[in-house]
């Protein structure tokens, strides 16, 4: 049974970080690709970052670009996100996607259940 846990989550002023991480169980961790999603209230789902099987490849959303950075250690099968200068936009709940692919699509194979940021003014 695949699990993936996000934990990290909570509230931070304007312009301070945070880091999630995501541990995953069930699966052969540095066969997938893993990724980032957001859905802030009232507001659909978002991709926010996703990074490949072996870690080359990475991607960003325009609008955490330079802010967020995506990362993995496949010894400890846990995916992790550093968020500086939070903004108060970055309010969502943060989910952690998996999928057995090359790259993550926009369907992954496997969702968390989410971890809740949120960003004071």
């Known amino acids: 049974q695949v699990q993936l846990v996000e934990s990290g989550g909570g509230l931070v002023q304007a312009g301070g970080s945070l880091r999630l991480s995501c541990a995953a169980s069930?699966?052969?961790?540095?066969?997938?690709?893993m990724g980032w999603f957001r859905q802030a209230p009232g507001k659909e789902r978002e991709f926010v970052a996703r990074?490949?099987?072996?870690?080359?490849?990475?991607d960003y959303s325009d609008s955490v670009k330079g802010r967020f950075t995506i990362s993995r250690d496949n010894a400890k099968n846990t995916v992790y996100l550093q968020m500086n200068s939070l903004k108060p936009e970055d309010t969502a709940v943060y989910y952690c996607?998996?999928?057995?692919?090359?790259?993550?699509?926009?369907?992954?194979?496997?969702w968390g259940k989410g971890t809740l940021v949120t960003v004071s003014s």
């Open positions: 996607a998996a999928e057995r692919a090359r790259i993550l699509t926009m369907s992954p194979d496997y």
């Open positions: 069930g699966l052969t961790f540095s066969s997938y690709s």
């Open positions: 990074i490949s099987w072996n870690g080359v490849s990475i």
